[in-house]
């Protein structure tokens, strides 16, 4: 299993054309992205869902990622979800999540996977879960992680603060406090005026000091997003990295109100709010429970490549693709071969959602003209979508539908 994980991200990541320097970036991102990289995903399902116009008859195919967003496109009633990825982590959380929607009930799902804190989650998991896993997943939660402890034990001690991502944003923790600033004082924030004031007096003046921006200038310093190298430049755009994540930050800290924005929760207080009232993604809100319990078997999960999986799908067999940030990582060849097979795969109607880390779409003069030819871009769309994602952290949120 390992040799395996290694070929399919490092075939993902590292690109052979570039320099040395470059390659060596790439590897480091692919070692880095072999362990947990999301325990939650950082795409918004609400405005994935809006975009892709789900029917009773669709069949979606998606990256899994921390695995909330196909869970929860399970409320808007498809016909089947195919949810692929390369990293074994996320693999085994997506097996570890289905199977606590599964068989606990909402106190308890609660409890396991959204507060994801509680001591009593260790002996959930051994009576209730574990039996119910395969013995792949069942040897990665009870596996040992670098330091030594049992992963399951993450959701004893708050799952959202591990993996990369986790990592990362425990990181910015630590240096906004090191310049005295609390990040869950937006929290408390009563309006969006208020949270505006926050973000200026508190936030935005950490961005010029000259620690965070020596940090930004590096490409390594941005793992923990889950950029790799080559998304490094697209990200950046010309400008001083520390000035992008200030606008996204601030998007995410002033566009949408708190109360309602569980990807606010998690970037400032490194887990979902646990009063009743607290934000959290649909398949986790307690009214969609029953709904995502009956659909879960309309979910099949492959530790795989995404082109490889459709290449071996029958024509016309889907008409929802949603390829999240993955084709930053993308050569022209590649990007070529996967919209050559996502044609060949599309039903007339088909759409297909993707994030860039810039805000153009990255598919022009990069992908065969041909091809891009039977596909329209819905510009008013993509940026509606983009407007609405509450995540906050792309540049741009896409739209093509297929003409057929």
């Given at each position: 299993?390992?040799?395996?994980?290694?070929?399919?991200?490092?075939?993902?990541?590292?690109?052979?054309?570039?320099?040395?320097?470059?390659?060596?970036?790439?590897?480091?991102?692919?070692?880095?992205?072999?362990?947990?990289?999301?325990?939650?995903?950082?795409?918004?399902?609400?405005?994935?869902?809006?975009?892709?116009?789900?029917?009773p008859d669709s069949r979606i195919i998606t990256i899994a990622s921390g695995g909330c967003n196909a869970l929860s496109y399970l409320t808007a009633n498809p016909a089947h979800i195919t949810v692929v990825d390369l990293n074994t982590a996320h693999i085994a959380l997506n097996n570890l999540k289905h199977a606590a929607v599964r068989h606990l009930d909402y106190s308890d799902l609660r409890r396991f996977v959204a507060e994801a804190d509680h001591p009593e989650n260790l002996a959930l998991y051994r009576e209730r879960l574990a039996p119910h896993l395969d013995e792949a997943t069942r040897r990665y939660w009870e596996g040992r992680?670098?330091?030594?402890?049992?992963?399951?034990?993450?959701?004893?001690?708050?799952?959202?603060?591990?993996?990369?991502?986790?990592?990362?944003?425990?990181?910015?923790?630590?240096?906004?406090?090191?310049?005295?600033?609390?990040?869950?004082?937006?929290?408390?924030?009563?309006?969006?005026?208020?949270?505006?004031?926050?973000?200026?007096?508190?936030?935005?003046?950490?961005?010029?000091?000259?620690?965070?921006?020596?940090?930004?200038?590096?490409?390594?310093?941005?793992?923990?997003?889950?950029?790799?190298?080559?998304?490094?430049?697209?990200?950046?755009?010309?400008?001083?990295?520390?000035?992008?994540?200030?606008?996204?930050?601030?998007?995410?800290?002033c566009h949408f109100p708190v109360n309602d924005n569980y990807f606010a929760w998690q970037a400032f207080s490194r887990g979902y709010g646990k009063g009743v009232e607290a934000p959290l993604p649909p398949y986790l809100q307690e009214a969609n429970l029953p709904q995502v319990r009956e659909r879960l078997g309309r979910l099949e999960l492959r530790h795989a490549n995404f082109t490889h999986v459709l290449a071996d799908a029958d024509a016309a067999s889907y008409d929802r693709y949603v390829l999240l940030d993955a084709?930053?990582?993308?050569?022209?060849?590649?990007?070529?071969?996967?919209?050559?097979?996502?044609?060949?795969?599309?039903?007339?109607?088909?759409?297909?959602?993707?994030?860039?880390a810039a805000e153009p779409s990255l598919l022009p003069g990069r992908v065969r003209q041909d091809i891009l030819d039977r596909w329209d871009y819905r510009e008013a769309e993509s940026l509606a979508a983009n407007r609405a994602d509450r995540s906050s952290i792309y540049g741009g949120v896409h739209l093509y539908v297929f003409r057929g």
């Open positions: 299993m390992n040799t395996s994980r290694s070929s399919l991200i490092e075939g993902a990541v590292v690109r052979e054309e570039s320099s040395r320097k470059a390659r060596l970036l790439d590897k480091a991102f692919a070692l880095a992205f072999k362990g947990l990289v999301y325990a939650q995903i950082w795409e918004d399902p609400v405005a994935d869902m809006d975009a892709m116009q789900i029917q992680d670098l330091v030594g402890r049992r992963r399951i034990g993450a959701f004893t001690r708050g799952v959202y603060r591990h993996g990369l991502l986790g990592g990362f944003i425990g990181a910015a923790h630590l240096i906004a406090r090191l310049h005295r600033i609390d990040p869950a004082e937006i929290l408390e924030a009563g309006t969006l005026e208020d949270q505006r004031r926050v973000f200026d007096e508190r936030f935005a003046p950490v961005f010029e000091r000259p620690l965070v921006r020596w940090l930004t200038k590096h490409p390594a310093s941005l793992f923990g997003l889950g950029i790799p190298p080559a998304q490094y430049d697209a990200l950046a755009g010309g400008h001083r990295m520390a000035d992008v994540l200030r606008a996204r930050l601030e998007k995410l800290a084709q930053d990582w993308m050569t022209d060849a590649q990007l070529t071969e996967l919209w050559t097979e996502i044609t060949r795969t599309a039903r007339p109607g088909a759409r297909v959602l993707f994030r860039t």
